[in-house]
């Protein structure tokens, strides 16, 4: 099993170096259009903008922290009254459903016009973008216990609090994980995007303005600082799955488990 | 697969009806909530205009957003059939040869984990501002969901049908052609229908980007400008562009697996 997941990171590790070797070779040699920069090139932009992007990744981190935060909790709460209240369940998931139908295109614009470009918009849209996933994970994790194991609940005359600890809990676990790391990537494409229709700084406004000005490795820089902040965010729900959800199967046949 | 119970109407009529019936109901409904929402808040009119409003500006500036509107709908379905016709090809390529499927399968997926916000800049740095700038990110956005749904197609038959083939002392080729092809048609129109909305949405975002025309554009600009009714007026149209792109692949399957 191991040695499988060693292999796999080793094609994948040597797929990726193999063609940065092969993109550096071709920069060397001219033969890359103007539009691609040599991998060395776009380094060299990282190492110079360097005090340029922490100014700009400062925001956009805080927005996106602060609606996932809030949106978690708002996720989490809903989910409780779902499992609490009989009736509640469906009411809660068409409002979740409406609140997804929002494309987040619609609703950035007309948040811009409601707030401006400040911090609030940025966080709603962050909010937004990771709201669906955490409850639908939530509720569906609620919702997965097994049918022998609540019987089992049942004959031993659990009371209400040990089964929501010891059993609904536990098992809802894997599903909201899942969600989370979703989540927790969609948060900060969300708020990128946000920055898109205004904001005085931010990752996604440096991007814009490099794209505009044509600062070709810049672009590239900007785009992989947010492939590897999405990543990042997904991969930090992942380890922390890992750390807390030691029952689950290892190999990754979790529900729902697939990346952003 | 089976008749419908609705008397003389096939099945994929009977869906098609209920696409456009659920619109409406969509329709109405939002336009309730939106005037309740700017009656019971008390909304001024610039921040919120009223459905009326939004609607004068669907009259009055109509063609101006139906021109958005079209070009955003040729940019996804464009889009779409580019990604699916790829994914029709590469998955057949990868099911067909495992080599294939070790070589270039991680890149389909690594693609996949690569957002659409981080593609966009790129995409337009690469093939300029215009059209083919919005086909190429729906593309990339769509490619993978229609490639998984094309390869669960292209794997997933009946039993017999094979063995039937072998007995027929079938060609790969003629398998290709009179089973495994025929098969995955439904999978690959599941595939379109989750492409669907992800085509839209992509073809708006890539507009915010390059700027030229669409309906990304227009939702954009009229921010910007304060058109608060016609920025309400295109978000509306852009949702039910959304859903009328999603049912028109929903009628196609069915019409297809009636076939």
Redo the contacts between chains.
Sequence with gaps: MIAARLAGLG??VG?IGGVLAMLEALGAMGAL?Q??PAPSAVAVQFVQDRAALAHHLAPTLRAAVIGWLAAVALAIAMAGVALLVRGAEGVLYNFAVGVN?I????AA??L???FGTGPETRVIVAALASFFPVLVGAIQGLRAVDRSHRELFHVLAAGRIDRLRLLELPGALPYLFAGLKISA?GAV?GA??SE???ADRGL?MM??Y??FS?N?PQ??M??AV??VL??GAYGLMGGLEARVVRWSPPDGTGPGDS?? | MTRGGTGELPVWAGVALRGVASIVVFAVAFALLWQGAVWALAMPPYLMPTPLDAAGALVGQGDKILANALFTLAEAGVGLIVAAALAVVLGGLFVASPAAHRLAFPWAVALRSVPVVAIAPIVTLMVGRGFWAGVTVVVLAAFFPILVNCMRGYVSLPRGALEMMHVLDARPAEVLWYVRLPYAVGFVFSGLRTAAPIAILGAMLSEWLTGNRGLGYLILDSAALRELDLLWAAIVVSMLLGLLIFWTTATLEGALRRV
Excluded: R
């Design positions: 094609w994948t797929g259009p539009s691609v139908a494309p987040l295109i619609a614009p007309i811009v016009v409601w990537a494409l990128i995007v898109w229709v205004g996604g991007m814009a490099a794209l044509f070709v672009v590239w900007c785009m947010s492939v999405a990543l990346a952003p």
